[in-house]
């Protein structure tokens, strides 16, 4: 298969060339995992499609279900936004009518250097989690006892090379009763998400010559004097290797971070994660200024 079905371009081809080398062997093919029904075992990570209802399946309800994946050692897989180089996991649901799958609640991610790149991802143990909504639609039938849920997904999983895998899964949710085996890791996950912070009249992004300059207002009062980590969530915006810089002005965060030297995207809103430690907040940011003419294809 093509390498660029795998790994996108990124914006420091120097970068790119050093990496070829040990990528290109672990690119070459894609990798099925070995499992039946809820669980998919590979050479790099164990995964497993887990549920959460506690209060069983009904119309008018959510239900939860989530990949879970175990990283062997030095193994990782990335965010939705995956930085320089990588692809983010993708979940394909095939389910009942009347059940309507929602987007990934992508957990915080941590920053991933790997040579001259800077990645974002998940290493250890790791579940995306996905709301499944039940809607007033949803017949089991007569002699239905339980939801089937299917999942196709897919990941790009790396350390020095990267290989693509995936794998296939079936999950019966019961009808009645409680599923909740798995309560302390979806609670702990949705911990780990980052916390939605309005947008505050001081807080935007204004753009000077080849960098973003972010204000954010509204931050918890003793995050104040701390430095924070930043991760815009649309790719190839910025540029995740460049060093950039921050500052607090009073209860304002601000910071400069450097365009992408092929910058391929201009959103209007720019939604950005920040975080402090294993504390994340997310704010969506407006575009004061018009966007830099990007480089032609």
């Known amino acids: 298969m093509p390498l660029a079905l795998f790994l996108r371009v990124p914006r420091l081809v120097p970068a790119l060339l050093l990496t070829l080398a040990t990528l290109g062997a672990g690119l070459a093919q894609a990798q099925s995992g070995v499992g039946r029904g809820a669980v998919v075992t590979t050479a790099q990570a164990r995964t497993e499609l887990l549920a959460h209802a506690p209060e069983g399946v009904a119309p008018g309800r959510t239900v939860w279900v989530g990949l879970r994946i175990e990283?062997?050692?030095?193994?990782?897989?990335?965010?939705?936004?995956?930085g320089d180089s990588g692809l983010p996991t993708e979940l394909q649901w095939t389910l009942p009518p009347g059940v309507q799958a929602g987007e990934i609640a992508w957990p915080l991610p941590k920053k991933l250097p790997v040579g001259p790149l800077m990645n974002y991802g998940y290493e250890g143990t790791l579940l995306l989690p996905v709301p499944l909504t039940i809607?007033?639609?949803f017949k089991p039938g007569l002699l239905g006892q339980d939801l089937a849920v299917q999942l196709r997904a897919s990941w790009l999983i790396c350390k020095t090379e990267c290989i693509?895998?995936?794998g296939e899964y079936t999950l019966r949710i019961p009808l009645r009763?409680?599923?909740?085996?798995?309560?302390a890791l979806f609670d702990a996950t949705q911990?780990?998400?980052?916390r939605p912070l309005a947008a505050a009249p001081a807080s935007a992004i204004r753009i000077q010559g080849q960098n973003l300059q972010l204000a954010v207002a509204g931050l918890p009062e003793r995050l104040r004097g701390q430095k924070l980590e930043a991760f815009p969530e649309v790719a190839d915006v910025v540029n995740p290797a460049a060093p950039w810089t921050q500052r607090w002005d009073g209860a304002v965060w601000t910071a400069e971070?450097?365009?992408a030297p092929q910058r391929s995207a201009s959103p209007a809103v720019l939604p950005v994660v920040l975080a402090s430690g294993t504390q994340g907040w997310r704010v969506e940011l407006p575009v004061r200024d018009a966007w830099p003419a990007t480089a032609a294809p």
């Not at 990283?71 to 995956?82: C, D, I, L, S, V």
């Not at 009763?177 to 309560?183: E, K, N, V, Y």
């Open 191 to 194: 911990q780990a998400q980052p």
């Open 164 to 166: 693509p895998e995936e």
């Open 257 to 259: 971070l450097p365009l």
């Open 71 to 82: 990283h062997k050692e030095h193994w990782h897989t990335y965010w939705k936004n995956p």
């Open 177 to 183: 009763g409680s599923t909740a085996l798995h309560a």
């Open 135 to 137: 809607g007033s639609d």
